[in-house]
């Protein structure tokens, strides 16, 4: 896990198959996020599928178009509730349909373009009214997507990667994901991880653990703060929620 990786840097530069994940509060992070990564893809000549809500996918448009990226032929706009209906039976993805109405368009678009960049809030739609379970069995999907076609993905979630109710189910995002970007500065985040530590715990108890942390890292790649964050949820979670208000506290101050 690169740790030193840059979430601007990861979003210009993605993998061919990486499926990546943003968690956030602030809109315009999310924005900024999907500004860099459809932008830097149309820029290289590559094709892009924006799956939103109306409100996000007009404030990407714009942004898009302010840098002059958009109106783009290469870029496919589909809304992400009408997108989700074709494929949703009694409540669940179901493949056959996911498949022809996603990976179709991805075939379709690949035969013109040499790459392609999808981001998607569907799975965020299914999160918000309670449907974990087929946020993540969509995940899953997209994943095994992955696995017969060429293209990178950009997820994304409204939630507080902070916040020690989210944290069960920030869990089961992170093992369907290549890439975690939880917040703007991730050596603010590290920083303040570490200091919070300290100051919750002994200091020299508090390094030993982030150490220990360190060496249990989860295979998504994120911040080395972030890591340590989960692993203490894991292993210690009242010590995880006094270490988390801290965190809180010194990155709204």
């Known amino acids: 896990m690169d740790t030193t990786l840059d979430w601007p840097e990861l979003l210009r530069h993605p993998g061919a198959h990486d499926h990546m994940v943003q968690v956030y509060k602030d809109p315009a992070f999310l924005v ?8 830097a893809g149309l820029a290289r ?31 496919k706009l589909l809304d992400a509730q009408t997108t989700l209906a074709r494929f949703l039976v009694d409540g669940m993805p179901e493949w056959t349909a996911f498949h022809a109405t996603l990976g179709g368009t991805i ?33 899953e999907f997209w994943n095994e997507i992955a696995r017969l076609q060429t293209f990178s993905l950009l997820c994304a979630y ?16 992170c093992r369907c994901h290549t890439h975690l970007i939880p917040a703007r500065d991730y050596e603010e985040l590290n920083a303040a991880v570490v200091e919070a530590s300290c ?27 972030q890591a340590a964050l989960l692993w203490l949820r894991q292993n210690m979670p009242r010590t995880a929620d006094r270490v988390l208000g801290e965190v809180r506290a010194q990155l709204s101050a």
């Open 158 to 173: 409204a939630i507080d990667p902070l916040h020690g109710d989210t944290y069960a189910g920030l869990e089961s995002i």
């Open 107 to 139: 075939a379709e678009m690949r035969l013109q373009y040499p790459a392609v960049r999808a981001y998607g809030e569907m799975v965020d739609i299914l999160w918000q009214r309670g449907d974990k379970a087929a946020a993540l069995r969509l995940e």
């Open 32 to 39: 900024d996020a999907v500004t860099q990564y459809i932008g």
């Open 45 to 75: 000549g590559e094709a892009a599928i924006i799956i939103a809500r109306p409100e996000n996918r007009e404030r990407f448009l714009r942004a898009l178009e302010a840098e002059g990226a958009y109106p783009s032929p290469a870029v």
């Open 199 to 225: 100051k919750v715990l002994d200091p020299r108890l508090a390094q030993m653990l982030l150490t220990l942390a360190a060496s249990h890292r989860p295979h998504t790649a994120m911040p080395l703060g």
